[in-house]
């Protein structure tokens, strides 16, 4: 996933760039602009927590950070909605190939018992506790939890390999209350205030970015095929 995850950081910082042009903010203080909008990428490519790391950087005021991220929220919300609608036939017609060399479709093996789901859970919830337990501060707590998922995966692949169809499940049932707990954090009484700029401006920057994305799964189809990884990657 680098390689996609690099593509998609490039067209988060292109998408910025686009959005500074066309949907200039409306903020007196040049400064306070750039921040949000610097902010706002960095929302877009790690999460959250970068939006107000780099806002407190830059000094923005409160009310305008709040009103970034509430109308960051509501365009992100759609964005993750929109992410499901063009992987779900993808995700439906992959397919998996047996020692017995037929295929068997993905959405068969993506079944779990109680049992492997909680084992699925466990392990994450291991993973977690791990990395919280190592992490020096909160900020590399995410970046930890994928080393530690990635080394367990390589060393031992095959005890992975079982939690994976459970682990799917769960995966998908988590990112369906992340969507909705997004969307719920938008406060459009919030955007409504700070006027239609800053929900404009992030629109133009997700614009971008998933014209980027699509446009790069169509001149390179070798290297970016599946737009499931594209998907995860944005």
Not at 75 to 103: I, W
């Amino acid at each position: 996933l680098l390689l996609p995850f690099a593509v998609a950081s490039a067209a988060t910082i292109f998408g910025t760039l686009i959005a500074w042009r066309l949907a200039p903010l409306p903020i007196q203080s040049v400064a306070d602009r750039a921040t949000i909008a610097a902010a706002l990428a960095a929302r877009h490519i790690v999460g959250a927590g970068n939006y107000v790391a780099v806002a407190e950087a830059g000094a923005a005021p409160a009310s305008l950070v709040a009103a970034g991220i509430a109308a960051d929220n509501v365009v992100v919300a759609l964005y993750f909605s929109l992410l499901f609608y063009f992987t779900r036939e993808e995700g439906n017609a992959a397919a998996v190939t047996g020692d017995d060399e037929k295929t068997t479709p993905l959405a068969a093996e993506d079944t779990a018992t109680p049992l492997e789901a909680s084992a699925a859970l466990a392990f994450a919830l291991t993973i977690v506790a791990a990395s919280s337990a190592l992490a020096s501060s909160v900020a590399v707590l995410l970046p930890l939890c994928t080393l530690l998922t990635v080394a367990v995966a390589s060393a031992a692949p095959k005890a992975c390999r079982k939690l994976a169809p459970a682990g799917r499940v769960l995966g998908t049932a988590a990112m369906q209350l992340f969507v909705a707990a997004v969307g719920a954090a938008g406060n459009l009484r919030a955007v409504a205030t700070a006027g239609s700029a800053l929900l404009f401006f992030s629109f133009v920057q997700i614009l971008c970015h998933l014209a980027t994305l699509l446009g790069a799964r169509r001149l390179f189809p070798n290297r970016f095929a599946d737009i499931r990884k594209l998907a995860v990657a944005s």
